[in-house]
Protein backbone atom coordinates (compact mmCIF):
# COMPACT_ATOMS: atom_id res chain seq x y z
CA UNK A 1 0.00 0.00 0.00
CA UNK A 2 1.47 3.37 -1.04
CA UNK A 3 1.86 5.93 2.00
CA UNK A 4 0.06 8.98 3.14
CA UNK A 5 2.50 11.77 1.53
CA UNK A 6 2.55 14.52 4.21
CA UNK A 7 4.05 17.66 3.02
CA UNK A 8 5.09 19.91 5.97
CA UNK A 9 6.37 18.77 9.47
CA UNK A 10 4.97 21.69 11.87
CA UNK A 11 2.24 20.57 14.09
CA UNK A 12 -0.26 20.18 11.24
CA UNK A 13 1.43 17.74 9.36
CA UNK A 14 3.02 16.13 12.20
CA UNK A 15 -0.72 15.67 13.82
CA UNK A 16 -2.41 14.83 10.89
CA UNK A 17 0.62 11.87 10.34
CA UNK A 18 -0.03 10.73 14.35
CA UNK A 19 -3.85 10.32 13.71
CA UNK A 20 -3.23 8.59 10.29
CA UNK A 21 -0.95 6.48 11.64
CA UNK A 22 -3.21 5.72 14.03
CA UNK A 23 -6.55 4.56 11.90
CA UNK A 24 -4.16 2.13 10.70
CA UNK A 25 -2.35 4.23 7.47
CA UNK A 26 1.59 4.07 6.22
CA UNK A 27 2.29 8.17 6.54
CA UNK A 28 5.41 9.44 5.05
CA UNK A 29 6.58 13.35 6.11
CA UNK A 30 8.33 15.70 3.59
CA UNK A 31 9.72 17.97 5.71
CA UNK A 32 12.56 21.17 4.60
CA UNK A 33 12.47 21.57 8.71
CA UNK A 34 13.25 25.47 7.79
CA UNK A 35 11.29 28.38 8.48
CA UNK A 36 8.84 26.53 10.94
CA UNK A 37 6.43 28.34 12.67
CA UNK A 38 6.04 25.60 14.59
CA UNK A 39 9.23 26.08 16.66
CA UNK A 40 8.00 28.47 19.01
CA UNK A 41 9.29 28.56 22.02
CA UNK A 42 6.28 29.11 23.82
CA UNK A 43 3.01 28.71 22.48
CA UNK A 44 -0.21 29.69 24.54
CA UNK A 45 -3.26 27.30 24.58
CA UNK A 46 -5.53 30.36 25.37
CA UNK A 47 -8.93 30.71 23.55
CA UNK A 48 -9.85 34.05 24.47
CA UNK A 49 -7.86 35.96 21.54
CA UNK A 50 -6.38 39.71 20.61
CA UNK A 51 -7.42 42.99 22.60
CA UNK A 52 -11.26 42.13 21.98
CA UNK A 53 -11.42 38.78 23.54
CA UNK A 54 -12.60 37.42 21.17
CA UNK A 55 -13.10 33.29 21.58
CA UNK A 56 -12.40 31.14 18.03
CA UNK A 57 -14.74 28.69 16.76
CA UNK A 58 -14.02 25.75 17.69
CA UNK A 59 -11.36 26.83 20.22
CA UNK A 60 -13.74 24.82 23.22
CA UNK A 61 -13.32 21.45 21.82
CA UNK A 62 -9.53 22.33 20.53
CA UNK A 63 -8.10 23.26 23.86
CA UNK A 64 -9.11 19.68 25.66
CA UNK A 65 -8.26 18.00 22.41
CA UNK A 66 -4.51 19.43 22.72
CA UNK A 67 -4.21 18.82 26.69
CA UNK A 68 -5.15 15.24 26.02
CA UNK A 69 -2.91 14.90 23.19
CA UNK A 70 0.04 16.17 25.32
CA UNK A 71 -0.88 14.40 28.13
CA UNK A 72 -0.94 10.91 26.52
CA UNK A 73 2.57 11.88 24.67
CA UNK A 74 3.94 12.99 28.17
CA UNK A 75 2.76 9.40 29.57
CA UNK A 76 3.60 7.74 26.61
CA UNK A 77 7.66 8.96 27.93
CA UNK A 78 8.16 12.62 25.61
CA UNK A 79 9.81 15.20 27.13
CA UNK A 80 7.49 18.32 26.48
CA UNK A 81 7.90 21.43 28.37
CA UNK A 82 4.61 22.82 29.29
CA UNK A 83 2.75 24.66 32.09
CA UNK A 84 -1.23 24.16 32.70
CA UNK A 85 -1.28 26.82 35.31
CA UNK A 86 -3.65 28.88 32.93
CA UNK A 87 -3.71 32.03 31.53
CA UNK A 88 -4.10 36.20 32.28
CA UNK A 89 -5.36 38.21 30.40
CA UNK A 90 -5.43 41.48 32.08
CA UNK A 91 -7.34 44.83 30.31
CA UNK A 92 -6.91 48.42 30.52
CA UNK A 93 -10.32 49.17 31.13
CA UNK A 94 -13.98 48.75 31.56
CA UNK A 95 -14.92 49.53 27.38
CA UNK A 96 -12.64 46.38 27.02
CA UNK A 97 -13.83 44.46 29.88
CA UNK A 98 -17.45 44.44 28.44
CA UNK A 99 -15.86 43.21 25.09
CA UNK A 100 -14.90 40.54 26.40
CA UNK A 101 -17.58 39.60 28.39
CA UNK A 102 -19.68 40.29 24.93
CA UNK A 103 -17.39 37.95 23.10
CA UNK A 104 -17.24 35.15 26.06
CA UNK A 105 -19.47 31.74 24.89
CA UNK A 106 -21.25 29.72 27.40
CA UNK A 107 -18.96 26.88 29.01
CA UNK A 108 -16.04 28.58 29.14
CA UNK A 109 -14.48 28.41 32.22
CA UNK A 110 -12.86 32.54 32.90
CA UNK A 111 -13.02 34.24 35.82
CA UNK A 112 -12.77 38.19 36.48
CA UNK A 113 -9.84 38.54 39.32
CA UNK A 114 -9.08 42.21 40.67
CA UNK A 115 -5.55 42.97 39.38
CA UNK A 116 -4.06 43.14 43.01
CA UNK A 117 -5.34 39.82 43.41
CA UNK A 118 -3.10 37.91 40.89
CA UNK A 119 -0.14 36.15 42.08
CA UNK A 120 2.71 38.16 40.52
CA UNK A 121 3.13 41.91 39.92
CA UNK A 122 1.30 43.45 37.22
CA UNK A 123 2.23 46.81 35.56
CA UNK A 124 -0.17 49.65 37.34
CA UNK A 125 -3.36 50.68 34.73
CA UNK A 126 -5.18 47.52 35.01
CA UNK A 127 -8.60 47.73 35.61
CA UNK A 128 -9.55 43.38 35.71
CA UNK A 129 -7.55 40.06 34.52
CA UNK A 130 -9.74 37.74 33.33
CA UNK A 131 -8.16 34.55 34.13
CA UNK A 132 -8.72 31.43 32.37
CA UNK A 133 -7.48 28.48 34.09
CA UNK A 134 -7.95 25.59 31.26
CA UNK A 135 -5.21 27.83 29.49
CA UNK A 136 -1.53 27.32 29.40
CA UNK A 137 1.78 27.41 27.29
CA UNK A 138 3.82 24.62 25.50
CA UNK A 139 7.01 24.16 24.05
CA UNK A 140 5.98 24.14 19.99
CA UNK A 141 9.41 22.40 18.97
CA UNK A 142 9.16 19.74 21.66
CA UNK A 143 5.38 19.10 21.14
CA UNK A 144 5.56 18.96 17.48
CA UNK A 145 8.81 16.58 17.44
CA UNK A 146 7.04 14.26 19.70
CA UNK A 147 3.85 14.24 18.03
CA UNK A 148 5.87 13.38 14.74
CA UNK A 149 7.92 10.80 16.58
CA UNK A 150 5.19 9.07 17.80
CA UNK A 151 3.23 8.63 14.79
CA UNK A 152 6.17 6.22 13.79
CA UNK A 153 6.07 8.20 10.31
CA UNK A 154 8.99 7.82 7.51
CA UNK A 155 10.47 11.78 7.84
CA UNK A 156 12.63 12.27 4.68
CA UNK A 157 14.48 15.60 5.25
CA UNK A 158 13.55 17.59 1.54
CA UNK A 159 11.31 19.97 -0.03
CA UNK A 160 8.70 18.76 -2.43
CA UNK A 161 8.43 20.91 -5.42
CA UNK A 162 5.62 19.38 -7.41
CA UNK A 163 2.90 16.90 -6.31
CA UNK A 164 -0.26 15.49 -7.50
CA UNK A 165 -3.24 13.98 -5.58
CA UNK A 166 -1.36 10.31 -6.01
CA UNK A 167 2.70 11.88 -5.58
CA UNK A 168 5.23 13.69 -4.65
CA UNK A 169 8.67 15.12 -6.44
CA UNK A 170 11.28 15.97 -4.64
CA UNK A 171 14.02 18.55 -5.22
CA UNK A 172 16.45 16.08 -5.73
CA UNK A 173 14.30 14.29 -8.52
CA UNK A 174 13.08 11.40 -6.56
CA UNK A 175 9.10 10.57 -6.78
CA UNK A 176 7.30 9.02 -4.38
CA UNK A 177 4.05 7.24 -5.04
CA UNK A 178 1.31 8.41 -2.57
CA UNK A 179 -2.22 7.22 -1.66
CA UNK A 180 -2.95 10.98 -0.78
CA UNK A 181 -1.07 13.65 -0.50
CA UNK A 182 -1.62 16.40 2.49
CA UNK A 183 -0.53 19.70 2.08
CA UNK A 184 0.62 21.18 5.45
CA UNK A 185 3.76 24.03 4.39
CA UNK A 186 2.59 26.87 6.26
CA UNK A 187 3.88 29.79 6.14
CA UNK A 188 6.75 29.10 3.90
CA UNK A 189 5.09 26.80 2.35
CA UNK A 190 2.38 28.53 0.88
CA UNK A 191 4.40 30.53 -0.59
CA UNK A 192 6.56 28.33 -1.91
CA UNK A 193 3.44 26.67 -3.50
CA UNK A 194 2.59 30.04 -5.55
CA UNK A 195 -0.33 30.78 -3.07
CA UNK A 196 -1.27 34.41 -2.01
CA UNK A 197 -2.21 34.43 1.95
CA UNK A 198 -2.16 37.04 5.27
CA UNK A 199 1.37 36.09 6.86
CA UNK A 200 2.00 37.73 10.23
CA UNK A 201 5.59 37.53 11.22
CA UNK A 202 6.77 38.06 14.68
CA UNK A 203 9.14 37.60 17.35
CA UNK A 204 9.28 36.36 20.78
CA UNK A 205 12.62 37.94 23.01
CA UNK A 206 14.00 34.33 25.13
CA UNK A 207 14.20 35.97 28.82
CA UNK A 208 16.99 34.66 31.76
CA UNK A 209 13.81 34.16 33.86
CA UNK A 210 10.04 33.69 33.35
CA UNK A 211 8.56 36.91 34.44
CA UNK A 212 5.54 35.28 35.41
CA UNK A 213 4.16 31.97 36.64
CA UNK A 214 1.75 31.50 33.73
CA UNK A 215 1.27 33.19 30.27
CA UNK A 216 -0.30 37.17 30.72
CA UNK A 217 -1.15 38.00 27.27
CA UNK A 218 -2.38 41.82 25.80
CA UNK A 219 -0.91 43.41 23.04
CA UNK A 220 2.17 41.19 23.58
CA UNK A 221 2.52 37.47 25.76
CA UNK A 222 4.66 36.88 28.99
CA UNK A 223 4.98 33.25 29.40
CA UNK A 224 7.05 30.68 30.58
CA UNK A 225 9.05 28.79 28.45
CA UNK A 226 11.60 25.47 28.77
CA UNK A 227 14.42 27.64 29.55
CA UNK A 228 13.28 30.83 31.10
CA UNK A 229 10.71 33.08 29.27
CA UNK A 230 9.66 34.74 26.34
CA UNK A 231 8.23 38.50 25.67
CA UNK A 232 6.85 37.84 21.52
CA UNK A 233 3.79 38.36 19.46
CA UNK A 234 3.30 38.47 15.45
CA UNK A 235 2.88 41.64 15.49
CA UNK A 236 4.45 42.56 11.79
CA UNK A 237 2.22 44.20 8.86
CA UNK A 238 0.74 41.60 6.90
CA UNK A 239 2.13 40.60 3.65
CA UNK A 240 0.96 38.80 0.88
CA UNK A 241 3.67 36.05 1.19
CA UNK A 242 6.43 34.63 3.60
CA UNK A 243 9.76 36.68 3.74
CA UNK A 244 12.53 35.91 5.53
CA UNK A 245 12.29 37.38 9.25
CA UNK A 246 14.10 39.87 10.44
CA UNK A 247 13.67 42.08 13.73
CA UNK A 248 13.48 45.82 13.09
CA UNK A 249 14.22 48.48 15.61
CA UNK A 250 11.18 49.97 15.87
CA UNK A 251 9.36 46.24 16.28
CA UNK A 252 11.66 45.59 18.77
CA UNK A 253 10.77 48.91 20.73
CA UNK A 254 7.44 48.34 20.54
CA UNK A 255 7.79 44.95 21.79
CA UNK A 256 9.28 45.91 24.87
CA UNK A 257 7.06 48.76 25.56
CA UNK A 258 3.85 46.13 25.20
CA UNK A 259 5.74 43.85 27.49
CA UNK A 260 6.24 46.44 29.97
CA UNK A 261 2.93 47.51 29.92
CA UNK A 262 2.14 44.33 31.27
CA UNK A 263 4.74 43.48 33.67
CA UNK A 264 7.68 45.23 35.40
CA UNK A 265 10.81 43.55 33.95
CA UNK A 266 13.48 46.09 35.07
CA UNK A 267 15.40 42.68 36.13
CA UNK A 268 15.03 40.44 33.59
CA UNK A 269 17.25 39.81 30.81
CA UNK A 270 17.20 39.33 27.23
CA UNK A 271 18.99 35.83 26.29
CA UNK A 272 18.43 35.27 22.34
CA UNK A 273 15.77 35.81 20.11
CA UNK A 274 13.20 33.56 17.96
CA UNK A 275 11.55 35.07 14.97
CA UNK A 276 8.72 32.95 12.84
CA UNK A 277 6.00 33.69 10.68
CA UNK A 278 2.08 32.32 10.71
CA UNK A 279 -0.61 32.42 8.19
CA UNK A 280 -3.85 33.18 8.64
CA UNK A 281 -6.73 31.61 6.16
CA UNK A 282 -7.85 28.32 7.31
CA UNK A 283 -7.92 25.29 4.48
CA UNK A 284 -8.55 22.11 5.85
CA UNK A 285 -10.05 19.93 3.24
CA UNK A 286 -9.28 18.24 -0.43
CA UNK A 287 -8.93 21.21 -3.18
CA UNK A 288 -10.53 20.33 -6.84
CA UNK A 289 -7.32 18.10 -7.90
CA UNK A 290 -7.55 15.82 -4.99
CA UNK A 291 -4.53 17.09 -2.86
CA UNK A 292 -5.64 17.79 0.89
CA UNK A 293 -4.72 20.96 2.71
CA UNK A 294 -4.71 21.71 6.48
CA UNK A 295 -2.80 25.76 6.72
CA UNK A 296 -3.97 28.84 7.67
CA UNK A 297 -3.83 27.99 11.07
CA UNK A 298 -3.00 31.66 11.64
CA UNK A 299 -1.96 32.38 15.45
CA UNK A 300 -3.91 29.15 17.03
CA UNK A 301 -1.71 26.29 15.47
CA UNK A 302 -1.47 24.86 19.18
CA UNK A 303 -4.83 25.71 20.15
CA UNK A 304 -7.04 24.37 17.27
CA UNK A 305 -4.11 22.78 15.24
CA UNK A 306 -4.47 19.02 16.82
CA UNK A 307 -8.43 18.64 16.57
CA UNK A 308 -8.33 19.85 13.13
CA UNK A 309 -5.70 17.23 12.09
CA UNK A 310 -7.30 14.67 13.81
CA UNK A 311 -10.83 15.38 11.39
CA UNK A 312 -8.79 15.86 8.48
CA UNK A 313 -6.76 12.31 9.54
CA UNK A 314 -10.30 10.58 10.07
CA UNK A 315 -11.96 11.93 6.45
CA UNK A 316 -8.59 10.47 4.63
CA UNK A 317 -8.51 7.22 6.09
CA UNK A 318 -12.25 6.72 5.56
CA UNK A 319 -11.22 6.81 1.57
CA UNK A 320 -9.27 3.76 0.77
CA UNK A 321 -5.58 3.46 -0.50
CA UNK A 322 -5.92 4.11 -3.93
CA UNK A 323 -9.01 3.69 -4.98
CA UNK A 324 -9.57 6.14 -6.99
CA UNK A 325 -12.57 7.71 -4.88
CA UNK A 326 -12.47 11.32 -5.64
CA UNK A 327 -12.48 12.92 -1.75
C1 LIG B 1 5.58 34.72 16.82
C2 LIG B 1 4.53 33.64 16.79
C3 LIG B 1 3.81 33.36 17.94
C4 LIG B 1 2.83 32.37 17.93
N1 LIG B 1 2.15 32.09 19.08
C5 LIG B 1 1.23 31.10 19.08
C6 LIG B 1 0.52 30.78 20.27
O1 LIG B 1 0.74 31.41 21.30
N2 LIG B 1 -0.40 29.77 20.23
C7 LIG B 1 -0.67 29.08 19.09
O2 LIG B 1 -1.52 28.17 19.11
N3 LIG B 1 -0.02 29.37 17.93
C8 LIG B 1 0.90 30.37 17.92
N4 LIG B 1 1.54 30.70 16.76
C9 LIG B 1 1.08 30.07 15.52
C10 LIG B 1 1.65 28.71 15.30
O3 LIG B 1 3.04 28.76 15.52
C11 LIG B 1 1.29 28.28 13.87
O4 LIG B 1 -0.12 28.36 13.68
C12 LIG B 1 1.69 26.85 13.60
O5 LIG B 1 2.99 26.60 14.06
C13 LIG B 1 1.62 26.55 12.11
O6 LIG B 1 1.99 25.22 11.93
P1 LIG B 1 2.10 24.57 10.50
O7 LIG B 1 2.44 23.15 10.71
O8 LIG B 1 0.89 24.93 9.70
O9 LIG B 1 3.30 25.33 9.77
P2 LIG B 1 4.85 25.41 10.14
O10 LIG B 1 5.10 25.19 11.57
O11 LIG B 1 5.35 26.68 9.54
O12 LIG B 1 5.49 24.15 9.41
C14 LIG B 1 5.58 24.05 8.04
C15 LIG B 1 6.71 23.07 7.73
O13 LIG B 1 6.55 22.63 6.40
C16 LIG B 1 7.79 22.70 5.73
N5 LIG B 1 7.49 22.85 4.30
C17 LIG B 1 6.77 23.83 3.72
N6 LIG B 1 6.67 23.60 2.39
C18 LIG B 1 7.35 22.47 2.14
C19 LIG B 1 7.64 21.75 0.96
N7 LIG B 1 7.21 22.16 -0.24
N8 LIG B 1 8.37 20.62 1.08
C20 LIG B 1 8.81 20.20 2.28
N9 LIG B 1 8.57 20.85 3.43
C21 LIG B 1 7.85 21.98 3.35
C22 LIG B 1 8.50 23.89 6.36
O14 LIG B 1 9.89 23.84 6.15
C23 LIG B 1 8.10 23.69 7.83
O15 LIG B 1 8.99 22.80 8.48
C24 LIG B 1 2.55 31.66 16.73
C25 LIG B 1 3.27 31.95 15.57
C26 LIG B 1 4.26 32.93 15.59
C27 LIG B 1 5.01 33.22 14.33
Known sequence: MSPVVVIGGGVAGSCVAYFLARAGRPVTVVDAGIHAASTVPSALLNPVRGQAGRVPERALEGLPFTWTLLRALVTAGFDIPHGAAGVYRPVP???????????????LDAQWQNPAQVPFALTTGHTAVLYLPQGGWVDGAAFTRAVREASGATVIRARATAWTAASVTLH????????????????????????DGTHRAGTMLR???????????????????????????????PATRWRPEVLPLTSLEWLLRKGLALV????????????????SGLVAGPDTAGVWHLRGLGSQGFLLGPLLAAELAGRIARHGAGDGLSP
Open 264 to 279: PLMDTAVTGAWSGTRV
Open 172 to 195: DGRTLPAAHVVHCGGSVGTTWAGL
Open 93 to 107: DEKTRAKFDRHRPDG
Open 207 to 237: LHRAATPAPVSFGAYLAPAAHGGVLGATFEA
